[in-house]
């Protein structure tokens, strides 16, 4: 088991702000950041961060926590793993976990293919190095490919020897397992016991966002037609091509800087432009792109600029993106290059500042690439030009801002010579149809809905006062607040006891637990009364709570709702209702009736569940004493009502 103080060293060193814009794209929100949610697909920023608590809470997805809870949700880590992982952000030693047998077994599978294939990582950057071989041929080829020895570094480049079974007879005397080997894509297995799968190729490493090795993309380095140029890693247990940029781990940090990415086909594209000192591109490796690719993207900028090639294939690719990026609702400009030009060879040919005059001066919006790349080909053909026509209406109605869809009407318009009252009424028949459909597909889970009703799934008002009170402790527990208190008094005058207000100045914290302790009231929800246990030691022991110092201690689960509870009343922020000159009225403006309305609408509710208890018994017993009980509750609660009708 990872000891107390190595998990407190880890969680005092580790910055949830610094980890987190590793992954997504934060800005400044008052003093916490924003960002988009990289849980769902969502246009306006739900996800927000607080260095000062060292917590983050998504809105759209209702997640939340710690940074450790961070990784597990995002990168799929487990909690060693998520540790483990910020011990070597920040440099700090760690110890080895005990997991249970299943754990430990998955773990082990998983970690095991990650250190084979950082092992073949070292291999073939040694082969490529360290050995006469590997510079006269490896190094030699990669000079002309226009590679300085920064880039091979930086991208950790290496070789396969032509040799069946080199790297797999190494990986084998070192220990490693041939099983393992196979499932992470470096050996097949053969009767014999296996060969290497890459051989005589230049090995491209693809990475994770954290920078792990996944798999490779292997490149021949003769121009032979009998062999495929590239060949890729098969899909294994930490590998899935749809889910993978390369390029974006070295890339991250720049993308979020210049809020652009410049998306290329290949490596080679990729190195070439960070190389020339353009380090905000990635490339989809030759596969088609894909929606998880975009998500990827999407968290650290929502601007995308296409480089393909100019070729059938590249123009084919760029055409495939578009509708596919417009619907995550991001921005996609198409960059054309000159006829017989790739990304790879305008990063050899030029210039930094030419390349960016030459993007900047050639890269159309969506709307214009497509129109006028489709228009040329049919200009005189009317059925064709109709099929064009309705081809990139279809992509306009998914731009969902509508002072940008009318631009790229007008524009659509002039280009294609038809007129705008035309392609609006296409738009419109366009997202009839689309209604039409998703009406068809859901309206028999709506009806069961509908039919579902509301008493059949009722708030559960009991869950919500409890979570209400933890809220206020987490929030406002240590504010000193003056309440209205009832006070019972013997009146020598009347000779009967009376009731008068008095005003009474307490600690939020002490009130709550005065009050709850009087009534003899527990929390009926496990994870509020753990919490509620917690914070009060702490107010008790310091009087005051530091958020951050027992979030680390705390489970996932806790977590998650310590970070919900502290993030709502930032929720505002999201919106800058400020800045549009409208006032939202904070909790924190009266903590004293929120408080008392909370306690007595706890009291009101229990009471009642203690009456309808006590009617049920009536039922079953007849019992005389048991119906005095029930109306002493009902003039329990006429005074619980009155009491919280004046506060309301």
Same mark, same amino acid.
């Given at each position: 088991m990872i000891s107390k103080t190595t998990i407190n060293n880890i969680y005092e060193a580790a910055r949830v702000e610094e980890v987190i814009s590793d992954f997504i794209s934060l800005k400044k929100a008052g003093s916490n950041f924003k960002g988009l949610s990289p849980f769902s697909q969502e246009k306006t920023p739900s996800f927000m961060v607080s260095p000062a608590k060292q917590i983050w809470k998504d809105f759209s997805s209702g997640k939340g926590g710690n940074v450790v809870a961070f990784l597990m949700e995002h990168e799929g880590f487990s909690y060693p793993e998520a540790l483990k992982y910020l011990a070597k952000k920040y440099n700090i030693e760690i110890e080895e976990f005990i997991k249970t047998p299943e754990e430990q077994i998955k773990y082990d599978i998983r970690e095991s293919i990650y250190i084979a294939l950082s092992f073949?990582?070292?291999?073939?950057?040694?082969?490529?190095?360290?050995?006469?071989?590997?510079?006269?041929?490896?190094?030699?080829?990669?000079?002309?490919?226009?590679?300085?020895?920064?880039?091979?570094?930086?991208?950790?480049?290496?070789?396969?020897?032509?040799?069946?079974?080199?790297?797999?007879?190494?990986?084998?005397?070192?220990?490693?397992?041939?099983?393992?080997?196979?499932?992470?894509?470096?050996?097949?297995?053969?009767?014999?016991?296996?060969?290497?799968?890459?051989?005589?190729?230049? !090995?491209?490493?693809?990475?994770?966002?954290?920078?792990?090795?996944? &798999?490779? &993309?292997?490149?021949?380095?003769?121009?032979?037609?009998?062999?495929?140029?590239?060949?890729?890693?098969?899909?294994?247990?930490?590998?899935?091509?749809?889910?993978?940029?390369?390029?974006?781990?070295?890339?991250?940090?720049?993308?979020?800087?210049?809020?652009?990415?410049?998306?290329?086909?290949?490596?080679?594209?990729?190195?070439?432009?960070?190389?020339?000192?353009?380090?905000?591109?990635?490339?989809?490796?030759?596969?088609?792109?894909?929606?998880?690719?975009? !998500?990827?993207?999407?968290?650290?900028?929502?601007?995308?600029?296409?480089?393909?090639?100019?070729?059938?294939? &590249?123009?084919?690719?760029?055409?495939?993106?578009?509708?596919?990026?417009?619907?995550?609702?991001?921005?996609?400009?198409?960059?054309?290059?000159?006829? &017989?030009?790739?990304?790879?060879?305008?990063?050899?040919?030029?210039?930094?500042?030419?390349?960016?005059?030459?993007?900047?001066?050639?890269?159309?919006?969506?709307?214009?690439?497509?129109?006028?790349?489709?228009?040329?080909?049919?200009?005189?053909?009317?059925?064709?030009?109709?099929?064009?026509?309705?081809?990139?209406?279809?992509?306009?109605?998914?731009?969902?801002?509508?002072?940008?869809?009318?631009?790229?009407?007008?524009?659509?318009?002039?280009? !294609?010579?038809?007129?705008?009252?035309?392609?609006?009424?296409?738009?419109?028949?366009?997202?009839?149809?689309?209604?039409?459909?998703?009406?068809?597909?859901?309206?028999?889970?709506?009806?069961?809905?509908?039919?579902?009703?509301?008493?059949?799934?009722?708030?559960?008002?009991?869950?919500?006062?409890?979570?209400?009170?933890?809220?206020?402790?987490?929030?406002?527990?240590?504010?000193?607040?003056?309440?209205?208190?009832?006070?019972?008094?013997?009146?020598?005058?009347?000779?009967?006891?009376?009731?008068?207000?008095?005003?009474?100045?307490?600690?939020v914290y002490e009130k709550i637990f005065l009050d709850l302790q009087q009534d003899e009231i527990e929390f009926a929800n496990k994870e509020f009364r753990d919490l509620f246990d917690i914070l009060m030691t702490e107010y008790q022991i310091k009087g005051f709570v530091s958020i951050e110092k027992i979030v680390p201690n705390l489970s996932s689960k806790l977590s998650g709702i310590v970070s919900s509870i502290i993030l709502q009343e930032e929720k505002h922020f999201l919106h800058k209702w400020d800045k549009k000159s409208i006032h939202v009225r904070l909790p924190s403006e009266n903590v004293s009736v929120m408080v008392t309305e909370t306690i007595l609408s706890l009291r009101k509710l229990l009471v009642s569940k203690k009456i309808e208890s006590l009617q049920e018994n009536i039922k079953l017993k007849n019992n005389k004493s048991i119906l005095e009980d029930v109306m002493g509750y009902y003039q329990l609660r006429r005074i619980v009502s009155s009491k919280l009708n004046r506060v309301l």
């Open positions: 073949s990582c070292e291999y073939y950057i040694k082969n490529l190095n360290n050995t006469d071989m590997g510079k006269s041929i490896g190094i030699s080829y990669l000079n002309t490919r226009g590679f300085s020895v920064e880039s091979i570094k930086k991208f950790g480049l290496g070789i396969a020897f032509n040799e069946k079974k080199s790297f797999t007879e190494q990986a084998l005397k070192k220990g490693y397992d041939i099983s393992i080997l196979e499932k992470s894509g470096l050996t097949i297995k053969d009767g014999k016991g296996g060969f290497d799968r890459f051989k005589n190729r230049i !090995m491209f490493p693809i990475k994770s966002i954290s920078g792990r090795v996944l &798999g490779y &993309g292997a490149r021949i380095m003769s121009n032979s037609k009998k062999i495929a140029k590239y060949i890729n890693s098969p899909e294994s247990e930490v590998y899935q091509k749809s889910k993978v940029l390369y390029g974006l781990f070295e890339s991250k940090s720049f993308i979020i800087k210049e809020d652009n990415c410049y998306l290329v086909e290949g490596y080679t594209d990729v190195i070439q432009f960070h190389q020339k000192g353009i380090n905000n591109v990635v490339s989809s490796s030759g596969t088609a792109l894909s929606s998880n690719q975009i !998500m990827l993207v999407k968290r650290l900028t929502e601007n995308i600029t296409i480089i393909f090639d100019r070729d059938q294939a &590249g123009i084919s690719a760029a055409l495939r993106g578009i509708d596919l990026i417009l619907e995550h609702g991001m921005n996609v400009r198409i960059c054309k290059l000159d006829e &017989g030009e790739d990304p790879d060879s305008l990063a050899r040919k030029h210039s930094l500042d030419y390349i960016n005059d030459y993007i900047s001066s050639n890269s159309l919006d969506f709307i214009n690439f497509k129109a006028s790349l489709l228009a040329k080909q049919y200009e005189n053909e009317p059925t064709k030009k109709a099929e064009i026509v309705n081809n990139i209406v279809k992509s306009i109605s998914l731009v969902q801002d509508v002072i940008k869809r009318e631009l790229y009407v007008q524009t659509c318009s002039k280009i !294609m010579k038809i007129s705008e009252d035309s392609i609006f009424e296409t738009l419109s028949r366009i997202k009839k149809n689309k209604e039409n459909r998703f009406r068809n597909q859901h309206s028999k889970s709506i009806s069961i809905v509908k039919n579902s009703g509301s008493k059949d799934d009722p708030i559960d008002e009991l869950y919500e006062l409890e979570k209400k009170i933890i809220t206020i402790l987490i929030l406002y527990g240590q504010k000193t607040e003056t309440f209205n208190e009832s006070i019972l008094i013997f009146s020598e005058v009347d000779d009967e006891i009376i009731e008068k207000n008095k005003y009474v100045k307490s600690k």
